[in-house]
């Protein structure tokens, strides 16, 4: 059974800084694509940031340039490190695994396999 657990998150002033992790488990498990999702209350779950099996990345427009994903193949797991914070990043962050095709996009939330329980990043002004 294919488990997802993030950490790290937490309560942040507006500018400062956040690195969240995501833990993996499950036998012979090794996520080829890992994501990272976001939801405010009253919000749809949207993107935040992605990296493929062939270590391209991809960011949503609103983090680009402030947020950078990373994966460790060894450990089966990705972290997402958030500078520049803001308060508009209020949510839950989700981490996923394993895009059901290859070539998936990754921004959708219905192509990816497994899901965390999300943990909560909260910005104050």
């Known amino acids: 059974q294919v488990q997802l657990a993030e950490f790290g998150g937490g309560l942040v002033q507006a500018g400062g800084s956040l690195r969240l992790s995501c833990a993996t488990s499950?036998?012979?498990?090794?996520?080829?694509?890992m994501g990272w999702f976001r939801q405010a209350p009253g919000k749809e779950r949207e993107f935040v940031a992605g990296?493929?099996?062939?270590?391209?990345?991809y960011y949503a427009d609103s983090v680009k340039g402030r947020f950078n994903i990373s994966r460790d193949n060894a450990k089966n797991t990705a972290s997402l490190q958030m500078n520049s914070l803001k308060p508009e990043d209020t949510a839950v962050y989700y981490c996923a695994a394993s895009l059901k095709g290859a070539y998936e996009a990754l921004y959708v939330p219905s192509n990816w396999r497994y899901w965390g329980q999300g943990t909560q990043v909260t910005v104050s002004s």
């Open positions: 990296i493929r099996w062939n270590d391209s990345t």
């Open positions: 499950g036998r012979s498990f090794s996520p080829t694509s």
